[in-house]
Structures are given as C-alpha cells and as structure tokens.
C-alpha cells in the first residue's frame, strides 16, 4: 500500500515568509509525528499526533512554529515568519493503533527539504 | 537523561567486514530501541528493533547487542554489502500511560561505507 507522503519535497522561500508542509499518513495509522532533520544535529522530534489532537508539543522550537491535524488523518506544519536557522529537513512519520504497552513502528516519509534564504 | 548517544560518527569497512555501531542512553525509562536506516534523499525506515527484557535480537545479517546494566546497545552488521552503505541511527522511546508519547530520540547518526 501507500506509504506516507509529504509535499512539497522542495521549498525555497525568503527569510520572513511563512511556510506550510503538509503530511498525509497511512491510512489507518492514527499516530503522527513531525521531527526535523538538520545537518550534523540528526532527527529532533516536534510534535506528537494521536487521533486530532496533541498530546506532546514538547519539541517546537519556538511559537512560530504550530501544527494541526484534521479528520485523523492529514497534518499541515506551518512556520511563521522563517529564519534562516529553520532550514533543515522536515520529516513526518505515522503509526497504527498504539496496542497495550507498546510503541508501534513509525513510518517515516521521504520529507520536505526547506531552505530559507 | 533524554540523549541517545551514538558512534562511531562515520564507519568504512570492507565488503564481506562486520560493521559495529553503538550507543548508549542515560534514563532507564526507555523501553524500546530501534535501528533506521536511512538512504540518501529517503526518510529513515526500522531495520530492527529490541526491548529491554532480551539480550539480543537477530535479523539475517543485522543484529542488536543489548546491555542494560551498562545502558549500552549496538548494531552488528554482518558480511557488510555495499548495498548497506547508508546513515544509521539508534533511537529510544519510552511507553507513557495512555500514549500520551511515544516519541524517538534518535542518536547523531552513522555515515557507514561499504568499500567493494
């Protein structure tokens, strides 16, 4: 089946601008996560999904930086007013059901590559 | 406590070689340790994975070595192909009560080059 998409794979914008990437899951999967790739720092979580909501935000860097899920499926990460230190790789991942005590595989996409000039 | 720290930052080995990458972690909440693969241009994708109640876990030519006393674990690959040649991270999570997050902390990375 289809694994997860984003898209853009590519954004170019200026410094200040706003930028939305978005993410679509594996259908099903009702857990979604957003992490960032930059180079030399390796993959540093933002935002944890389950279902609509957000149960853990504890990796946004600042408040310019939100995200929304909607209908459990779709995500859109939005970043306001971008500097320069934003430019990295922006990965989504998605998960199924959680089942009992455990943590199910993450499914990661290919990612949006920002680059803020 | 929530770093996963992980080396060698760059590996090259022989094709037919065994390729060792480890890591190790301070807060012993985490219960779950998992191994991605990433190639260039592609998201990361779990080649293995283990838990804390098993020493080690083998799949084909890949293998995890854990110890949890010593808060260490590792990634064995055996008979290296060049096919192989690609970044690799350790990761850990921990199981919260309802799912409240199940987020990896990924280790810095492995560039690994497989030499024909």
């Known amino acids: 089946g289809a694994g997860v998409s984003q898209s853009p794979s590519n954004k170019v914008t200026e410094k200040g601008k706003d930028v939305e990437l978005r993410c679509d899951p594996i259908?099903?999967?009702?857990?979604l996560y957003w992490y960032r790739q930059s180079l030399g720092q390796g993959l540093e979580f933002l935002i944890y999904?389950?279902?609509?909501?957000?149960?853990?935000k504890s990796g946004l860097p600042s408040d310019r930086f939100s995200a929304e899920r909607t209908g459990g499926s779709v995500s859109t990460l939005t970043i306001q007013r971008t500097q320069q230190e934003d430019s990295a790789v922006y990965l989504c991942?998605?998960?199924?059901?959680?089942?009992?005590?455990?943590?199910?595989?993450?499914?990661f996409g290919p990612g949006t590559r920002l680059t803020v000039l | 406590q929530q770093q996963v720290k992980q080396s060698p930052q760059s590996l090259i080995v022989q094709k037919g070689g065994i390729s060792i990458i480890n890591c190790a972690y301070e807060?012993?909440?985490?219960?779950?340790f998992p191994w991605y693969q990433q190639f260039p241009g592609k998201g990361p994708a779990l080649l293995i994975a283990?838990?804390?109640?098993?020493s080690e876990k083998k799949e084909g030519r890949f293998t995890i070595s854990f110890n949890k006393s010593a808060k260490q674990f590792s990634l064995h690959i055996m008979d290296s192909q060049p096919g192989d040649s690609a970044t690799y991270f350790c990761?850990?999570?921990?199981?919260?009560?309802?799912?409240?997050?199940?987020?990896?902390?990924f280790g810095t990375g492995t560039l690994l080059a497989v030499q024909p």
């Open positions: 991942a998605s998960s199924p059901p959680v089942s009992g005590k455990s943590t199910d595989t993450q499914y």
């Open positions: 259908s099903g999967h009702t857990a």
């Open positions: 999904f389950q279902g609509n909501s957000a149960p853990d």
């Open positions: 807060n012993t909440a985490f219960d779950y």
């Open positions: 283990i838990r804390p109640d098993v």
């Open positions: 990761a850990a999570s921990m199981w919260l009560f309802g799912g409240a997050t199940n987020k990896l902390i």
